[in-house]
Protein backbone atom coordinates (compact mmCIF):
# COMPACT_ATOMS: atom_id res chain seq x y z
CA UNK A 1 0.00 0.00 0.00
CA UNK A 2 1.63 3.32 -1.15
CA UNK A 3 1.92 6.79 1.47
CA UNK A 4 -0.98 8.21 -0.22
CA UNK A 5 -3.03 5.28 -0.42
CA UNK A 6 -2.48 4.25 3.13
CA UNK A 7 -3.35 8.28 4.14
CA UNK A 8 -6.54 7.86 2.67
CA UNK A 9 -7.48 4.48 4.15
CA UNK A 10 -6.55 6.47 7.79
CA UNK A 11 -8.71 9.22 6.80
CA UNK A 12 -11.42 6.68 6.39
CA UNK A 13 -11.76 4.97 9.18
CA UNK A 14 -11.32 7.96 11.58
CA UNK A 15 -14.77 9.46 9.87
CA UNK A 16 -16.03 5.95 10.31
CA UNK A 17 -14.87 6.56 14.01
CA UNK A 18 -16.85 9.81 13.68
CA UNK A 19 -19.99 8.47 12.34
CA UNK A 20 -19.96 5.57 15.10
CA UNK A 21 -19.41 8.15 17.81
CA UNK A 22 -22.57 10.55 16.10
CA UNK A 23 -25.75 8.02 16.77
CA UNK A 24 -25.92 4.87 18.93
CA UNK A 25 -26.68 2.03 15.38
CA UNK A 26 -25.86 2.37 11.95
CA UNK A 27 -26.48 -0.28 9.47
CA UNK A 28 -23.36 -1.37 7.07
CA UNK A 29 -24.89 0.20 3.76
CA UNK A 30 -25.70 3.61 5.77
CA UNK A 31 -22.03 3.43 6.83
CA UNK A 32 -21.07 2.68 2.82
CA UNK A 33 -23.01 5.08 1.71
CA UNK A 34 -21.66 8.06 3.70
CA UNK A 35 -18.17 6.62 2.81
CA UNK A 36 -18.41 6.26 -0.33
CA UNK A 37 -16.95 2.94 -0.33
CA UNK A 38 -18.56 -0.94 -0.40
CA UNK A 39 -19.90 -2.72 2.65
CA UNK A 40 -17.01 -4.63 2.26
CA UNK A 41 -14.48 -2.21 3.00
CA UNK A 42 -16.42 -1.24 5.55
CA UNK A 43 -15.90 -4.65 7.21
CA UNK A 44 -12.76 -4.01 6.83
CA UNK A 45 -12.52 -0.60 8.65
CA UNK A 46 -14.55 -2.00 11.56
CA UNK A 47 -12.02 -4.47 11.68
CA UNK A 48 -9.03 -1.87 11.99
CA UNK A 49 -10.51 0.23 14.64
CA UNK A 50 -11.06 -2.93 16.54
CA UNK A 51 -7.71 -3.68 16.06
CA UNK A 52 -7.02 0.16 17.59
CA UNK A 53 -8.95 -0.88 20.28
CA UNK A 54 -12.25 0.64 19.91
CA UNK A 55 -14.56 -2.06 20.62
CA UNK A 56 -17.13 -2.15 17.75
CA UNK A 57 -20.20 -4.37 18.28
CA UNK A 58 -22.04 -5.97 14.88
CA UNK A 59 -25.55 -6.83 15.32
CA UNK A 60 -27.05 -9.13 13.21
CA UNK A 61 -30.82 -9.61 11.63
CA UNK A 62 -33.44 -6.66 11.70
CA UNK A 63 -32.63 -3.68 14.02
CA UNK A 64 -28.77 -4.90 13.68
CA UNK A 65 -25.91 -3.03 12.30
CA UNK A 66 -22.80 -1.10 13.81
CA UNK A 67 -22.51 0.31 17.20
CA UNK A 68 -19.71 1.29 19.38
CA UNK A 69 -19.83 0.12 22.96
CA UNK A 70 -17.95 1.00 26.02
CA UNK A 71 -14.75 -0.38 26.93
CA UNK A 72 -11.93 0.09 29.11
CA UNK A 73 -8.82 0.87 26.85
CA UNK A 74 -11.23 3.31 24.81
CA UNK A 75 -9.02 5.63 22.44
CA UNK A 76 -9.69 9.28 22.69
CA UNK A 77 -13.09 10.70 21.17
CA UNK A 78 -13.04 11.86 17.50
CA UNK A 79 -13.74 15.73 17.82
CA UNK A 80 -15.00 17.79 14.54
CA UNK A 81 -14.28 22.01 14.70
CA UNK A 82 -17.55 23.26 16.31
CA UNK A 83 -17.48 20.01 19.09
CA UNK A 84 -13.79 20.42 20.22
CA UNK A 85 -15.10 24.49 20.31
CA UNK A 86 -18.60 23.56 22.40
CA UNK A 87 -16.71 21.00 24.89
CA UNK A 88 -13.77 23.62 25.75
CA UNK A 89 -16.57 26.25 26.60
CA UNK A 90 -18.42 24.03 28.52
CA UNK A 91 -15.48 22.68 30.70
CA UNK A 92 -14.17 26.37 30.95
CA UNK A 93 -17.33 28.04 32.39
CA UNK A 94 -17.53 24.71 34.89
CA UNK A 95 -13.70 25.11 35.81
CA UNK A 96 -14.61 28.95 36.77
CA UNK A 97 -17.20 26.81 39.24
CA UNK A 98 -20.54 27.42 36.94
CA UNK A 99 -21.68 24.00 38.26
CA UNK A 100 -20.76 23.27 42.35
CA UNK A 101 -17.58 21.28 43.27
CA UNK A 102 -16.43 20.76 39.18
CA UNK A 103 -13.90 22.89 38.57
CA UNK A 104 -10.86 20.48 39.42
CA UNK A 105 -12.61 17.71 37.35
CA UNK A 106 -13.84 20.05 34.60
CA UNK A 107 -9.79 21.42 34.54
CA UNK A 108 -8.60 17.85 34.61
CA UNK A 109 -10.62 17.22 31.46
CA UNK A 110 -9.58 20.28 30.00
CA UNK A 111 -5.91 19.34 30.09
CA UNK A 112 -7.42 15.44 28.79
CA UNK A 113 -8.83 17.88 25.74
CA UNK A 114 -5.80 19.47 25.33
CA UNK A 115 -3.58 16.73 25.22
CA UNK A 116 -5.48 14.64 22.23
CA UNK A 117 -6.19 17.14 20.08
CA UNK A 118 -4.95 17.56 16.60
CA UNK A 119 -2.42 20.84 16.90
CA UNK A 120 -4.47 22.96 14.73
CA UNK A 121 -7.28 22.37 17.22
CA UNK A 122 -5.24 22.48 19.82
CA UNK A 123 -4.51 25.81 19.14
CA UNK A 124 -8.22 26.98 18.70
CA UNK A 125 -8.61 25.80 22.42
CA UNK A 126 -5.85 26.55 23.87
CA UNK A 127 -6.90 30.42 22.12
CA UNK A 128 -10.23 30.07 24.50
CA UNK A 129 -8.81 28.87 27.11
CA UNK A 130 -6.06 31.52 27.49
CA UNK A 131 -8.64 34.82 27.09
CA UNK A 132 -11.86 33.27 29.23
CA UNK A 133 -12.45 34.03 32.77
CA UNK A 134 -15.52 33.56 34.82
CA UNK A 135 -17.93 33.92 37.66
CA UNK A 136 -21.24 33.10 38.41
CA UNK A 137 -23.66 29.71 36.76
CA UNK A 138 -26.52 29.82 34.47
CA UNK A 139 -24.55 31.76 31.79
CA UNK A 140 -26.94 32.28 28.57
CA UNK A 141 -26.22 30.21 25.42
CA UNK A 142 -24.11 32.57 22.52
CA UNK A 143 -23.00 31.66 19.23
CA UNK A 144 -19.62 29.64 18.87
CA UNK A 145 -18.08 31.27 16.06
CA UNK A 146 -18.55 34.97 17.66
CA UNK A 147 -16.68 33.92 21.07
CA UNK A 148 -13.94 32.30 18.67
CA UNK A 149 -13.29 35.14 17.12
CA UNK A 150 -13.49 37.50 20.29
CA UNK A 151 -10.77 34.40 21.59
CA UNK A 152 -8.48 34.57 18.90
CA UNK A 153 -8.55 38.32 18.92
CA UNK A 154 -7.41 37.97 22.47
CA UNK A 155 -5.08 35.76 21.99
CA UNK A 156 -3.52 37.39 18.78
CA UNK A 157 -3.91 41.06 20.25
CA UNK A 158 -5.26 42.36 17.19
CA UNK A 159 -8.35 45.19 16.88
CA UNK A 160 -11.55 43.77 16.21
CA UNK A 161 -14.43 46.26 15.48
CA UNK A 162 -18.38 45.78 15.99
CA UNK A 163 -21.81 47.22 15.99
CA UNK A 164 -22.99 48.07 19.19
CA UNK A 165 -26.32 50.05 20.58
CA UNK A 166 -25.67 53.10 21.78
CA UNK A 167 -27.25 56.49 21.68
CA UNK A 168 -23.67 58.49 20.92
CA UNK A 169 -21.54 55.69 19.36
CA UNK A 170 -23.28 52.51 17.73
CA UNK A 171 -19.63 51.42 15.98
CA UNK A 172 -16.73 50.62 18.01
CA UNK A 173 -12.73 50.01 17.98
CA UNK A 174 -11.39 47.90 20.91
CA UNK A 175 -8.54 46.38 21.87
CA UNK A 176 -9.40 43.03 23.18
CA UNK A 177 -8.29 42.07 26.49
CA UNK A 178 -10.47 38.91 27.63
CA UNK A 179 -13.78 37.01 27.84
CA UNK A 180 -15.87 37.36 30.79
CA UNK A 181 -18.72 35.03 31.79
CA UNK A 182 -20.93 36.17 34.30
CA UNK A 183 -24.35 34.99 35.48
CA UNK A 184 -26.22 34.62 32.92
CA UNK A 185 -23.71 36.46 29.99
CA UNK A 186 -20.68 36.75 28.73
CA UNK A 187 -18.57 39.88 28.53
CA UNK A 188 -15.55 41.26 26.35
CA UNK A 189 -12.96 43.08 28.34
CA UNK A 190 -11.52 45.88 25.92
CA UNK A 191 -9.91 48.94 25.92
CA UNK A 192 -11.82 51.56 23.81
CA UNK A 193 -9.91 53.48 21.54
CA UNK A 194 -12.27 56.11 20.96
CA UNK A 195 -13.00 56.95 24.39
CA UNK A 196 -9.38 55.89 25.75
CA UNK A 197 -10.55 53.68 28.79
CA UNK A 198 -11.56 50.59 30.10
CA UNK A 199 -15.05 48.95 28.84
CA UNK A 200 -16.59 46.04 29.06
CA UNK A 201 -19.38 44.68 26.48
CA UNK A 202 -22.61 42.33 26.98
CA UNK A 203 -21.28 39.75 23.59
CA UNK A 204 -25.09 38.84 23.03
CA UNK A 205 -25.23 43.04 22.07
CA UNK A 206 -22.69 42.79 19.56
CA UNK A 207 -23.14 42.19 16.03
CA UNK A 208 -21.01 42.82 12.62
CA UNK A 209 -17.81 41.54 14.86
CA UNK A 210 -14.80 41.91 12.36
CA UNK A 211 -11.50 41.43 12.90
CA UNK A 212 -9.12 44.46 12.05
CA UNK A 213 -5.69 44.41 10.41
CA UNK A 214 -3.97 46.64 13.06
CA UNK A 215 -2.00 44.75 16.09
CA UNK A 216 -1.53 46.20 19.59
CA UNK A 217 0.79 45.77 22.07
CA UNK A 218 -0.79 45.21 25.25
CA UNK A 219 -1.65 47.65 27.72
CA UNK A 220 -1.43 47.14 31.91
CA UNK A 221 -4.63 46.03 32.34
CA UNK A 222 -7.32 45.48 35.45
CA UNK A 223 -8.33 41.64 36.57
CA UNK A 224 -10.43 41.32 34.17
CA UNK A 225 -13.27 39.02 36.10
CA UNK A 226 -13.44 41.38 38.84
CA UNK A 227 -13.62 44.68 36.91
CA UNK A 228 -16.77 42.92 35.23
CA UNK A 229 -18.15 42.04 37.91
CA UNK A 230 -17.99 45.56 39.79
CA UNK A 231 -18.85 47.63 36.75
CA UNK A 232 -22.04 45.74 36.36
CA UNK A 233 -23.26 45.51 40.15
CA UNK A 234 -21.63 48.59 41.03
CA UNK A 235 -20.57 51.41 38.68
CA UNK A 236 -23.61 50.83 36.10
CA UNK A 237 -25.72 52.58 38.86
CA UNK A 238 -26.12 56.10 39.56
CA UNK A 239 -25.58 55.29 43.54
CA UNK A 240 -22.91 52.99 45.07
CA UNK A 241 -22.81 51.59 48.73
CA UNK A 242 -20.64 49.71 50.58
CA UNK A 243 -21.05 47.69 53.43
CA UNK A 244 -19.14 45.98 56.62
CA UNK A 245 -21.17 42.68 57.29
CA UNK A 246 -20.86 40.94 60.14
CA UNK A 247 -20.52 37.01 58.81
CA UNK A 248 -17.79 35.67 56.24
CA UNK A 249 -17.69 35.80 52.58
CA UNK A 250 -18.62 31.94 51.90
CA UNK A 251 -21.41 32.55 53.84
CA UNK A 252 -22.54 35.90 52.60
CA UNK A 253 -21.87 35.40 48.91
CA UNK A 254 -24.42 32.37 48.38
CA UNK A 255 -27.09 35.20 49.10
CA UNK A 256 -26.47 37.37 46.62
CA UNK A 257 -26.45 37.29 43.12
CA UNK A 258 -22.64 38.11 41.65
CA UNK A 259 -24.13 40.19 39.50
CA UNK A 260 -26.06 42.35 42.33
CA UNK A 261 -22.79 42.65 44.35
CA UNK A 262 -19.16 42.16 44.83
CA UNK A 263 -18.53 40.44 48.68
CA UNK A 264 -15.13 41.35 49.54
CA UNK A 265 -13.69 39.31 52.51
CA UNK A 266 -12.27 41.03 55.46
CA UNK A 267 -11.28 38.11 57.68
CA UNK A 268 -13.11 34.95 58.73
CA UNK A 269 -15.88 37.11 60.45
CA UNK A 270 -16.77 39.81 58.17
CA UNK A 271 -16.81 40.70 54.73
CA UNK A 272 -17.42 43.91 52.60
CA UNK A 273 -20.17 44.20 50.26
CA UNK A 274 -20.19 46.45 46.96
CA UNK A 275 -23.68 47.37 45.59
CA UNK A 276 -25.17 49.94 43.05
CA UNK A 277 -28.93 50.83 42.65
CA UNK A 278 -31.07 53.46 41.48
CA UNK A 279 -32.15 54.36 44.51
CA UNK A 280 -29.79 53.81 48.17
CA UNK A 281 -32.91 52.39 49.95
CA UNK A 282 -33.47 49.50 48.17
CA UNK A 283 -29.64 48.06 48.62
CA UNK A 284 -30.62 48.86 52.48
CA UNK A 285 -33.72 47.03 52.54
CA UNK A 286 -32.13 43.90 50.57
CA UNK A 287 -28.95 43.54 53.36
CA UNK A 288 -31.53 44.39 55.97
CA UNK A 289 -33.26 40.97 54.30
CA UNK A 290 -29.80 38.77 54.53
CA UNK A 291 -29.82 38.45 58.25
CA UNK A 292 -26.47 39.24 59.34
CA UNK A 293 -25.67 42.42 61.29
CA UNK A 294 -23.51 44.87 59.11
CA UNK A 295 -22.36 48.71 59.15
CA UNK A 296 -22.57 51.33 56.31
CA UNK A 297 -19.11 52.35 55.19
CA UNK A 298 -20.08 54.40 52.43
CA UNK A 299 -21.83 57.07 50.93
CA UNK A 300 -22.40 59.22 54.42
CA UNK A 301 -26.25 59.82 53.22
CA UNK A 302 -27.01 55.99 53.70
CA UNK A 303 -25.84 56.03 57.05
CA UNK A 304 -28.53 58.78 57.61
CA UNK A 305 -31.11 57.12 56.08
CA UNK A 306 -30.10 54.11 58.02
CA UNK A 307 -30.91 55.66 61.38
CA UNK A 308 -34.35 57.65 60.31
CA UNK A 309 -35.40 53.86 59.16
CA UNK A 310 -34.46 52.78 62.71
CA UNK A 311 -36.37 55.15 64.33
CA UNK A 312 -39.20 55.10 61.89
CA UNK A 313 -39.18 51.31 62.57
CA UNK A 314 -39.27 51.69 65.97
CA UNK A 315 -42.27 54.17 66.21
CA UNK A 316 -43.91 52.02 64.42
CA UNK A 317 -43.60 49.10 67.03
CA UNK A 318 -44.76 51.67 69.86
CA UNK A 319 -48.57 51.06 69.79
CA UNK A 320 -48.25 47.74 69.83
CA UNK A 321 -46.26 47.60 72.56
CA UNK A 322 -48.59 50.66 74.43
CA UNK A 323 -51.78 48.09 73.37
CA UNK A 324 -50.17 45.44 75.17
CA UNK A 325 -49.56 47.12 78.64
CA UNK A 326 -53.01 48.83 78.74
CA UNK A 327 -54.31 44.81 78.56
Not at 79 to 87: K, M
Not at 164 to 171: D, E, G, I, N, R
Not at 244 to 261: C, K, M, Q, Y
Not at 289 to 311: K, M, N, T, W, Y
Amino acid sequence: MGASEERGTTERVLTLLGLLQQRAVWTGPELAGRLGVTSRTVRRDVERLRALGYPVQAGQGVGGGYRLGPGQDLPPLLLDDEEAIATAVALLVGAGGAVSGSGDAALRALSKLDRVLPTRLRHEVRALSGSVESFGTGHLPLDPDTLMTLARACRDEVEIGFAYPSATQPLRRVEPYRLVASDRRWYLLAYDLDRDDWRNFRVDRMSEVTTRTWRFRPRPAPAAAAYVQESIASRAYPHQARFLVFAAAETIRPLIPSAAAVVRPRDDGHCEVLSGAADLDAILLHLLHLGPDFEVLDPPELAISCRELAQRLSKAGRPAAQDSDRS
